[in-house]
Structure formats: structure tokens, C-alpha cells
């Protein structure tokens, strides 16, 4: 037993002293029998991108271990419509037991398991997001000798009654605190909750959102999380969007994950970072200290691959609401330093070389520091509207593409797509004018994947059902013109907002 584990908020690895991945049936079995777990969740992502939830009740620990060990099966077709019709539709759900936490929302002792699809022949559900990434994750490993790890940042409104008390400044919620914040321990109890589900978090923060509509206050708030393996940092964000909601409910609060509310004030993206690793080790960063070829060529494939992965990651109307000049949202393909007007930002390092905290405390002693693990490459056009599983393959695919492409061709396209100033000043004009745009609708992310689906589909990665599913999805919306009719009609834009206010 691992003792450092006692302190882990996730009360099921506190209690077996094991991390995550090292959980087994009988581990389950015997916190079940021993801290009197009375009902058993699955817990799945359907096509919508929404969990949804299967109940069993432990009659006895015989029925317990059957559940564990079989699954159950479920109308597909429901679930995935897009993808399986209704005359062969079941589905096996089989729990993942390194996802087990503890419901802390209901009164009855419930212990909860994401869970994978398999099909009638008992192999995984070809076309379930989360296989898709475990496809994605082998093919990237196989090619590279590499590992691809990620994290998110998710943003999000909470919306309760105006309070005339403190009022916030307009736009300028980064980082407040309270009384002119008036919703931060509604996001600490939710990092705490979403921790003790398993979630691995960095920090959270009120961001800079936050305006007041029919006399109601809308905070925009983010929770980042620590890098993980793909499969892994999917499911957190998953059921960190679950935890903010059920809580948010319980207090009478209204969330949303909506990438865009009102024209004018900051919309809520979920951006990715992401990391190359080997070893245990970082390979983001050169031995220079510097971002080293293999970042920079992954680089190169996002920018090649970004308009189509908007088909993962932006998923309806209103998201390309959000992607618009001057709002810290991503319009063109391009990549920087610290640069938040850029697709994708390499944010500040801990590359100084400096012990800044024995500046800050000169009663510490100076250290040498490895701190080469924390640089990590973020892609900023995702919002919540995802399918947090198709996008983490999407994005691996392109990272995997970068690194394929000939060196010499890599680094030409990371150098030509660089930008080193914010791409919306007058003086970056003609820079500006040399780089491709993002899609401005779903109609056009369907249009740019359908023609770059085959670099998702190979290596099997992405199924071509899938992608079809997806194209004709975007394309449903017929949104060619929409941004524009937004623009003289106000109504309607309060209609899409009212329409897709729960997405994701």
C-alpha cells in the first residue's frame, strides 16, 4: 500500500493506497463490501457528448462482482444514432475500474465507473469517441516513440441574481477575488469535488468575463487541469463538466459551457495543452532550453490539420461567435510565444534558469530546479461544444502528422505559420494577410474535414462512418450565412444562444 496515496481527495484511492491504474475487481469488491456501497453507476458519454447514467442497485456482493465483471447492454442506437440503427443496435458498457469515485451528490453511498462500449462480438464499439482516441494515442506512440499527454482549461459562466454590493468591473474579472467576485467558492467547492472524482487539477481562477443581463450577474470562471495521458485528461474534463453542473443545480445557480452569450463580452473556450513525452521525460523542450524540433514539428501538423479539427472542437453555431477578432479567440492559423491572439500559444516557461523563490524568500537557499516538465504547446480555438474524446484524437492525429511530415518540411511550415506580436495590430498587416483563417461556421469546418478526412482515417484512427456522422451533422446546421443575419437581427442571436446554451 502506498501511503503518500492517503491524502489523495479521490476517497477510493485514499482507501486502497493504489493509484488509479492499478485498480482491480477484487480492489472494488472488497471497498464496496467494506464501506457499504450501496448502488453502482455506469457512467458513459453518448453522441452528444452528454454522460449519461445506469443505475444498478448491490443486492449482493455476487451481483456486485457480475456487474463488474460483465457489463450491461444498452440500445446503441439511442446513444450513438448517427452511427447504429435502431434493427442491431445493443451495445455492451464495461466499467473502467481506474475511474471509480464516489457520488458526492446523492444521499445513498453510490460508487461510480466510466465505462467503455463493445459490440455484439464482444470487440470495442469502433465508433466510440473514447476508442477513437485510444486508436489515435496507439498511433502516435507507434510512429513517434513517443507519448502524447494533455490537459484542459474549462471555462464557463455561473449566472445568479445581481447584487448591487462590489460590483465587478466589466470584462475585467481575470483573477478577482471576492467581494467583487461573487461566485469563488462556488468554483473551490467544485474543484473539490471534481477532485475527489479523480480529477487532477492545476488551479482555477474568476476569468475575464463578466457583465450583468436582466438583472442577473454572469462570472466567468476556469478550472485547469495537471497533464495526463490523452485517455485520461478526456475523462477528467468529462466529469468535471458533470460535477459543475449537478452543484450549480444544488445551489439553485445556473452554468453554462456555451463558447459564446452575448456579442461583445468574452466567450468560453476549453483550450488543450499538450505535451511530447519519452522516458518519463518532457521532449518539448531542447536541451537549449528552447522549444526543441519535435514541439515545432508537431506544431507544423496542427497548422496544417487546425480548420478541420474545428469539426472536433466546435461543434455549433455558436461557436464561431466566439472566434471573431479582439475577444483572446483564435481567428487565424498561426502559432507564438505567449501570445493569446494565436491558434496555438507556447505559454512562459520555467526556463530562466532563475530561482525565483529564493528572490522572493531570501531565507531560502538558492536551487537548481528541473522544471522542464512544465512546457507544454495549447491549442485555443476548442470550446466546450466538443467531443472531448474526437478532439484529443484530432489533435493527436495532427501532432502525429507534424512529426511524419519530412523535417526539413516541418519546421518550414512552423517557421512560415510563427508570428511574434499580437496578429490583429495594424502593423501585422501583411503577416496577417499570408495565413489561412479558421472555418467561420460549421458548414465550412464540414467542408475543410471531408477534405483532409483521410489523414484522420488512416492508421484507422478516425472510422469513416464516423467522420461522415460528423460532416453531416455540421452541415444540418446550414449556418453559410448565419453570423450574419446574427449581426442585423438581435433576437435571433438570442435565440441560438437560448438553443445551445447547454451544449456540450
Known amino acids: 500500500m502506498d501511503k503518500t496515496l492517503k491524502l489523495n481527495p479521490n476517497a477510493v484511492v485514499a482507501w486502497l493506497g493504489k493509484k488509479p491504474q492499478d485498480f482491480t475487481r477484487e ?4 471497498y464496496i463490501q467494506e464501506n457499504g456501497i450501496r448502488m453502482i453507476d455506469f457512467m458513459y458519454p453518448a453522441e452528444d457528448g452528454r454522460i449519461k447514467t445506469l443505475n444498478f442497485t448491490v443486492n449482493s456482493l455476487a451481483y ?6 460483465e457489463g450491461e447492454r444498452v440500445d446503441g442506437s439511442s446513444l450513438f444514432p448517427s452511427f447504429i440503427e435502431a434493427g442491431n443496435s445493443d451495445l455492451y458498457v ?7 469515485f464516489v457520488d458526492p451528490f446523492v444521499e445513498i453511498p453510490t460508487l461510480c465507473f466510466l465505462c467503455s462500449f463493445f459490440d455484439k462480438d464482444g470487440k470495442p464499439f469502433d465508433c466510440a469517441p473514447y476508442q477513437t482516441l485510444m486508436r489515435a494515442g496507439k498511433a502516435f506512440e507507434a510512429s513517434t516513440g513517443m507519448t502524447f499527454e494533455a490537459m ?3 471555462e464557463y459562466y455561473v449566472i445568479t441574481d445581481e447584487d448591487e454590493l462590489f460590483p465587478a468591473t466589466d470584462q475585467r474579472g481575470y483573477h478577482e477575488s471576492e467581494p467583487f467576485a461573487k461566485l469563488n467558492d462556488f468554483r473551490r467547492e467544485c474543484m473539490d469535488h471534481v ?3 479523480g480529477g487532477q487539477i492545476k488551479y482555477g481562477h474568476s476569468e475575464v468575463g463578466n457583465f450583468t443581463l436582466d438583472g442577473r450577474i454572469y462570472e466567468q470562471n476556469e478550472i485547469e487541469f495537471l497533464p495526463n495521458p490523452i485517455d485520461t485528461a478526456a475523462d477528467q474534463l468529462l466529469i468535471a463538466k458533470w460535477v459543475i453542473r449537478n452543484l450549480a443545480y444544488k445551489y439553485g445557480l445556473d452554468v453554462t459551457f456555451a463558447p459564446k452569450i452575448i456579442v461583445g463580452e468574452a466567450g468560453s473556450g476549453m483550450h488543450i495543452h499538450m505535451r511530447l513525452m519519452k522516458d518519463g521525460v518532457n521532449c518539448t523542450l531542447g536541451p537549449d532550453g528552447k522549444l526543441s524540433k519535435e514541439a515545432r514539428r508537431a506544431i507544423a501538423g496542427l497548422m496544417c490539420l487546425a480548420p478541420a479539427i474545428t469539426a472536433f472542437g466546435n461543434k455549433n453555431p455558436t461557436s464561431y461567435f466566439r472566434l471573431v477578432p479582439h475577444q483572446e479567440a483564435p481567428t487565424n492559423v498561426c502559432w507564438g510565444d505567449c501570445n493569446r491572439s494565436a491558434l496555438v500559444r507556447v505559454p512562459l516557461g520555467w526556463s530562466t534558469g532563475t530561482d525565483m523563490c529564493s528572490l ?3 531565507q531560502e537557499p538558492a536551487r537548481v530546479l528541473d522544471t522542464t516538465g512544465k512546457q507544454t504547446f495549447e491549442m485555443r480555438s476548442p470550446d466546450c ?4 474524446y474526437q478532439l484529443m484524437a484530432g489533435l493527436c492525429v495532427a501532432a502525429r502528422y507534424g512529426l511524419e511530415l519530412p523535417e526539413e518540411e516541418a519546421l518550414r511550415i512552423a517557421d512560415e505559420k510563427y508570428v511574434d506580436m499580437d496578429i490583429h495590430k495594424a502593423e501585422a498587416a501583411e503577416k496577417l494577410a499570408s495565413l489561412d483563417s479558421l472555418p467561420t461556421c460549421c458548414a465550412e469546418s464540414a467542408d475543410c ?5 483521410g489523414i484522420f482515417e488512416a492508421r484507422d484512427v478516425f472510422r469513416p462512418r464516423m467522420i461522415d456522422g460528423i460532416v453531416s451533422s455540421l452541415r444540418a446546421y446550414q449556418d453559410g450565412d448565419l453570423h450574419q443575419k446574427a449581426k442585423e437581427d438581435k433576437e435571433l442571436m438570442r435565440k441560438l444562444v437560448d438553443k445551445y446554451f447547454y451544449c456540450g
Open 94 to 100: 464495461i466499467p473502467r475500474y481506474r475511474t471509480a
Open 360 to 362: 522572493a524568500n531570501p
Open 64 to 69: 456486485a462482482e457480475t456487474i463488474l465483471s
Open 449 to 453: 474535414l471531408e477534405r483532409m478526412r
Open 385 to 388: 461544444s466538443a467531443d472531448i
Open 152 to 154: 484542459g482549461e474549462l
Open 27 to 30: 480492489d472494488m469488491l472488497r
Open 195 to 197: 477532485a475527489q472524482a
